[in-house]
C-alpha cells in the first residue's frame, strides 16, 4: 500500500439532492490503479445496481460519473488509503470527515457497502439494513459487501431493500 496519499485517491461523488450516497471502506488497489470505485471485475457493486434496478443498466467502473444523474453518489470513510480492510492503518478511516460531508451535502440515504465501513464510520456494531440512527436527516443503510473477498457472505436482499427504499425516498421520476 502507497503511503498516506496528499489527496483522495479517488474524488467524492457528491453534491446536494442526491437521493442515495454508497459509502465505501476505502479504495481497492485495482479501483486506485484505476481511478475508478468498485473496479475489481470480481467485485458485485455495478452487477448488484443493475439487478436491483438502481440503475438502468450495469454501469463500468469507469463511468461512475453518470451516478448522480440518477440521484445516487459516492465516497469512502477512508479517502487517503487504498487496499484491503486488514490492510488499512488503524488511522485511516476519518469518520468526523464523513460525517461533515454528509451534513452538508444531506443526502436521503446512506448506505454503507459493508458492516466494516460501518463500523468505521459509526464507531459500534450494525446490522444490515436499515438503522435506527441518523446522520443528520440522512438515514443510514447497511449493506454486505460486494467485494470478491467477501463473497461467503454476499446477499442480494437488502440491496434490493435499499433500492425500494431509495425509489420511495426519490419518489417519481420525470415522465414517469
Known amino acids: 500500500m502507497p503511503p498516506e496519499a496528499a489527496t483522495p485517491i479517488l474524488p467524492d461523488v457528491l453534491q446536494p439532492g442526491l437521493a442515495l450516497v454508497f459509502c465505501g471502506t476505502a479504495a481497492g488497489k485495482r479501483s486506485a490503479a484505476e481511478g475508478a470505485y468498485y473496479a475489481h471485475p470480481g467485485n458485485l457493486f455495478w452487477r448488484a445496481l443493475a439487478e436491483t434496478g438502481l440503475t438502468p443498466r450495469r454501469f463500468a467502473p469507469a463511468e461512475y460519473p453518470l451516478l ?25 478511516f476519518d469518520a468526523p470527515a464523513l460525517q461533515a460531508k454528509i451534513a452538508r451535502h ?19 456494531a450494525v446490522h444490515y439494513g436499515l438503522q435506527a440512527e441518523r446522520l443528520g436527516a440522512t438515514q443510514l ?17 437488502p440491496w434490493q431493500r435499499l433500492a425500494a427504499l431509495y425509489r420511495h425516498e426519490r419518489g417519481p421520476t420525470p415522465g414517469g
Open 68 to 92: 448522480p444523474g440518477l440521484g445516487i453518489g459516492l465516497t469512502d470513510v477512508a479517502k487517503r488509503h487504498s487496499g484491503n480492510d486488514d490492510e488499512l492503518p488503524r488511522d485511516a
Open 106 to 124: 444531506a443526502p436521503r440515504l446512506l448506505a454503507f457497502t459493508s458492516k466494516n465501513a460501518a463500523r468505521a464510520a459509526l464507531g459500534r
Open 141 to 157: 443503510f447497511v449493506l454486505p459487501s460486494p467485494s470478491g473477498q467477501a463473497r461467503g457472505r454476499w446477499d442480494l436482499a
